[in-house]
C-alpha cells in the first residue's frame, strides 16, 4: 500500500522505515529537508511540501501525520484538508487530545475526506518491536487502512496467547484494535499514559525505599546496601512484576546504578492531565495516577512555596525550627 507520512522524528522516521520493510510505498514529508534526505535514502520518496505529497500518492490517498499535538498538527491537518480530494484519508498518530479529533473528523467530513486517529505507542523501539495501535475513526476508513496497520503492529509474537472468547477480534492479539468512532483510539491511549505514568511512579518509589535502607538514620543492624542492579534483574525473572518498563529500568541501573547522567526533572506531555480530566468528568477514582502526575510536577521543583508555608505553619503553632537539609 502506498502512504504519505508526514513528521519524520524519532517515531516518524521509525514507522516509515518499518513500513518499507514490509514493501509498502511511502512518500514522506517534513520540514527539516535533512530529515527527508535522510528517510529517502532508505528509499522513501521525498516531497517539498504537502501539495508535492499529495501528488506523489494516487487517489484515494492516504496521510500519516506524526508530529507533536497541538498546533503542529492541528495546522497541517487544516492545510490537508485544503490539498487533498475526495475520498482521502488523514491519520493522525501522534498523542492528540481526543476531542480535538472528533472537532477534526467532523470538519473534513464536510469535504468527504475521512479521518482516522491511532493513538501509538512503542517509542523509539517501535521499529524493530512494532507499534501498539489503538484506532479510532468509520470502520471503512479504518478497514482500508489495514495493511499499514497490520504491517506497523507487533503480531502475535511469542507471548502466551489469550484464552478469548470465539468471535473475538483477531486484531487485538496482533497488537491493534478499531476501539471506536472518533477519538476513541485517542482516548484509549491518553488512558495508556496515565496508567504508564502511575506504573513508573511505582517502581521509582519501590527503588527509592530499597535505595534507602543503608541512611544513617536507621539502626545499624537494619541498614542494607542493597544492589540495584541486580534487585531489578531478578525481579524480571518469574516475579508477578515484569514488565517492559522494569526491563528499561534493569538496563538504566546496569549502565550507572547512581544514575549520574540524570537530573530528575520529569516531563509531561499532557497526556496525564487529560486522563484525569475525563476521570474528573465521570467522577472514576484515579488515585494512583492523580499521585503519579503530581510527583512530575513535584520533580521539577527545589522547594515550592507550598511547602516553604507548610514549614511557616510547623514553626507557628508548634516552634518547629527547619533543620539543614544534610540531616
Same mark, same amino acid.
Given at each position: ?10 517515531? *516518524? *522516521? ?55 499535538? /497541538? ?21 493522525? /498518530? ?7 479529533? +472528533? ?16 493513538? =501509538? ?31 506497523? $503492529?507487533? /503480531? ?18 496482533? *497488537?491493534? +484494535?478499531?476501539?471506536?468512532?472518533? /477519538? ?64 528499561? =529500568? $534493569?538496563?538504566?541501573?546496569? *549502565? &550507572?546504578?547512581?544514575?549520574? &547522567? ?5 516531563? &509531561? ?14 467522577? =472514576? ?43
Amino acid at each position: 500500500m502506498q502512504l504519505g507520512v508526514i513528521g519524520l522524528g524519532r517515531m *516518524g *522516521g521509525a514507522i516509515v522505515r518499518r513500513l518499507m520493510r514490509d514493501g509498502h510505498a511511502c512518500v514522506v514529508y517534513d520540514r527539516d529537508p535533512a530529515a527527508v534526505a535522510k528517510v529517502a535514502a532508505d528509499g522513501a520518496a521525498g516531497a517539498v511540501d504537502l501539495a508535492d505529497l499529495a501528488r506523489q500518492l494516487k487517489p484515494p490517498r492516504a496521510v500519516w501525520v506524526m508530529l507533536p499535538a /497541538g498546533p503542529p498538527t492541528d495546522d497541517t491537518i487544516t492545510a490537508l484538508g485544503k490539498t487533498l480530494q475526495s475520498g482521502d484519508t488523514v491519520i493522525d /498518530g501522534g498523542n492528540t487530545y481526543y476531542r480535538d479529533d +472528533i472537532r477534526r473528523a467532523k470538519a473534513l467530513k464536510a469535504k468527504d475526506i475521512t479521518y482516522v486517529d491511532v493513538g =501509538t505507542s512503542g517509542g523509539v523501539w517501535g521499529l524493530e518491536r512494532g507499534f501498539c495501535m489503538m484506532v479510532g475513526g468509520e470502520a471503512g476508513a479504518v478497514g482500508r487502512i489495514d495493511p499499514i496497520l497490520k504491517s506497523l $503492529a507487533p /503480531g502475535l509474537g511469542d507471548i502466551p496467547r489469550t484464552h478469548r472468547p470465539k468471535g473475538a477480534d483477531p486484531r487485538a492479539e496482533e *497488537g491493534y +484494535i478499531h476501539a471506536g468512532p472518533a /477519538g476513541a483510539g485517542h482516548f484509549v491511549k491518553m488512558v495508556h499514559n496515565g496508567i504508564e505514568y502511575g506504573l513508573m511512579q511505582a517502581y521509582a518509589e519501590g527503588f527509592d525505599i530499597l535505595r534507602n535502607k543503608n541512611a544513617d538514620a536507621l539502626p545499624e543492624d537494619e541498614r542494607y546496601d542493597l544492589n540495584l542492579a541486580d534487585i531489578a534483574e531478578v525481579w524480571r525473572r518469574g516475579s508477578v512484576i515484569p514488565s517492559w518498563l522494569l526491563d528499561l =529500568t $534493569a538496563q538504566a541501573l546496569a *549502565g &550507572d546504578v547512581k544514575l549520574e &547522567d540524570f537530573t530528575g526533572a520529569v516531563a &509531561d506531555s499532557g497526556e496525564g492531565r487529560w486522563t484525569l480530566e475525563a476521570a474528573i468528568e465521570e467522577a =472514576t477514582p484515579a488515585t494512583v495516577l492523580a499521585a503519579a502526575l503530581f510527583a512530575r510536577f513535584r520533580s521539577r521543583e527545589s522547594h515550592s512555596f507550598g511547602e516553604k508555608l507548610l514549614s511557616a505553619m510547623r514553626f507557628g503553632f508548634g516552634g518547629h525550627v527547619e533543620k539543614p537539609l544534610d540531616e
